[in-house]
């Protein structure tokens, strides 16, 4: 199927383009009115991203109602872990929760190897719908958590303000934490591997406790398993965002990925230099920044264009779009960057 609008494709691939594609990290599923209207139909998020009609439908929304470039795939990054055996919930309050944790070696037999098929045919089924569905309009984006990312998840539990188990467990158990990255690591790539099969046109890869490691310990035990899935995924383009990892960008630069991309804190130009012209920048606009009104959302939107000066570049935020965004200021984003020239 030919892609209408191939802005996404060409800027990851360094191709050129008319103008800077755009789409915001969380966009599907958190601010629209529309999305919660589908949410309240069913039980809760799982229930949503199991029934692939309206995840395919959630996912479209932002297409239609943002008017953005791109379009993410309705799911999360902790399909991951249940297909491996550790099924999670989602709490109202407190967000995902996993009833059962890894803790040693011999909690590692009651994992598997996800296949990304049959184990998560629900996401794949979604994709399908939602590519027909879209029917050209514009790319479909796939994802998966970073292997350091769905780790921190599998061995604390929850989320946490300090992943401090975790991060521990790199210290006290380093091989058990290699073998389990490793296993994260296969599930991945079959996991991505489905999604490309099944339609998906770029994948993103969300390394989103990166900034929780000291250097080293990202360079061993995050950076390697990112770049074993990068050598696989090779026929569709692949970003890598690894929130907070400022100290790695260098090393990043030489991963087998089109696209990296910048968090809020990261500087423009000096993120450039650092990675060089051989890679698309996805980012950068502080998520807060749409807290203001219409004026300063556009001169901030143009004060982030600015400082990308028309290098290889796909606008986004710093991080994904926080809940209680006023979806018309996401408008005034989108459109400033599609008016920018
Ligand atoms: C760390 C992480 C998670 N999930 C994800 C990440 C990486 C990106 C990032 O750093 O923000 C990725 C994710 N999660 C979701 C998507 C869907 C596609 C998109 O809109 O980008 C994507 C790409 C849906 C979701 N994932 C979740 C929801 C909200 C659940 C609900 O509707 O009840 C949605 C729509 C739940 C979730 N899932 C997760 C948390 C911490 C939470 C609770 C807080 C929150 O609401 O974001 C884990």
Redesign the pocket.
């Known amino acids: 199927m030919q892609l209408k609008n191939d802005l996404l494709i060409r800027a990851a691939k360094g191709e050129k383009v008319e103008r800077t594609p755009v789409w915001l990290?969380?966009?599907?599923?958190?601010i629209l009115p529309e999305y919660r209207a589908v949410?309240e139909s069913v039980s809760?998020?799982i229930e949503l991203a199991q029934t692939p009609e309206l995840a395919a439908e959630v996912t479209i929304q932002p297409v239609d109602i943002l008017d953005v470039d791109a379009a993410?795939?309705?799911?999360?990054?902790?399909v991951i872990p249940e297909a491996m055996g550790l099924p999670y919930e989602?709490q109202e309050k407190r967000?995902?929760w996993f009833p059962e944790t890894v803790k040693d070696v011999s909690d590692l037999k009651k994992l598997r190897i996800a296949d990304g098929v049959d184990d998560l045919s629900y996401v794949i089924e979604a994709i399908k719908i939602t590519k027909k569905a879209l029917n050209g309009r514009v790319p479909l984006i796939g994802?998966a958590?970073a292997p350091w990312?769905i780790f921190a998840y599998m061995v604390e539990g929850s989320?946490s303000k300090t992943f401090s188990k975790s991060r521990a467990m790199l210290y006290t158990q380093p091989e058990f934490s290699h073998q389990l990255l490793q296993m994260i690591t296969d599930s991945t790539i079959n996991y991505l591997k489905a999604q490309v099969a099944a339609g998906a046109n770029l994948v993103q890869i969300?390394d989103?406790w990166a900034g929780i490691l000291p250097p080293n310990h990202y360079l061993e035990f995050s950076l390697p398993y990112i770049s074993q899935i990068c050598d696989v995924i090779q026929n569709v383009p692949t970003t890598v965002f690894a929130?907070g990892a400022f100290f790695a960008r260098k090393e990043m630069a030489g991963l087998n990925c089109d696209t990296i991309g910048l968090d809020w804190n990261m500087g423009i130009a000096e993120s450039r230099d650092i990675i060089g012209p051989n890679k698309t920048l996805q980012g950068n606009l502080d998520p807060a920044a749409l807290y203001g009104s219409a004026k300063e959302v556009e001169a901030a939107t143009r004060l982030m264009m600015d400082q990308f000066k028309g290098t290889r570049h796909i606008a986004n935020l710093g991080?994904?779009v926080y809940?209680d965004i006023d979806p018309e200021m996401v408008k005034v984003f989108i459109e400033t960057v599609k008016n920018y020239s």
């Open positions: 990290m969380r966009q599907a599923g958190r949410r809760g998020f993410i795939i309705f799911s999360d990054i902790l989602m967000g995902p994802f958590g990312t989320g969300f989103s929130k991080h994904g809940p």
